[in-house]
């Protein structure tokens, strides 16, 4: 953890590679859920349009992946992000009040930042667009979602 701390470009690229998995979790989640069977088949013509339709014949089995993979996006950001944010903040708060009340001030600073960050890229955007276009979203994330659920699916049985 120390070497995140200290290389903000490391945590910052890791950032948004969690926060970029965890939109892909969450589109994925309400793509499935509002996509409309006969408008899928209707693109069963390509091979991602033919992952999209088999996403959604096993429903219960993707949605548990897609919260399996959104959970672990969430532990990530909360191991790596967060205490980075925390360690950026000290050196700040501490030059104007006492160390102990820096620190809790950092720390909620920290999870207010890296909440929001979470809870408007890595969710609320995605969920919104995959709600908009749900066959769409459901053919593009189809492939990857396979292959995803083809890593997993020992552990979510």
Known sequence: MIALETNPWVVTAWTVVIIALSAFFVAAEFALMAAKQHRL?????????????????????????????????????????????????????????????????????????????????????????AIAHPEDSSVLLALPLRGYMWLTRPILR
């Open 41 to 129: 088949e209707r693109r069963a013509s390509s091979a991602a349009g033919r992952a999209a339709l088999k996403n959604s014949a096993e429903l219960t089995l993707v949605l548990a992946g897609a919260q399996l993979g959104i959970t672990i996006c969430t532990l990530a950001l909360g191991a790596i992000t967060k205490p980075a944010v925390h360690h950026a903040l000290m050196p700040l708060l501490e030059s104007g009040m006492p160390t102990a009340v820096a620190d809790v001030v950092a720390f909620v600073l920290a999870l207010i930042i890296v909440t929001f960050l979470h809870l408007v890229i890595g969710e609320m955007a995605p969920k919104s667009w």
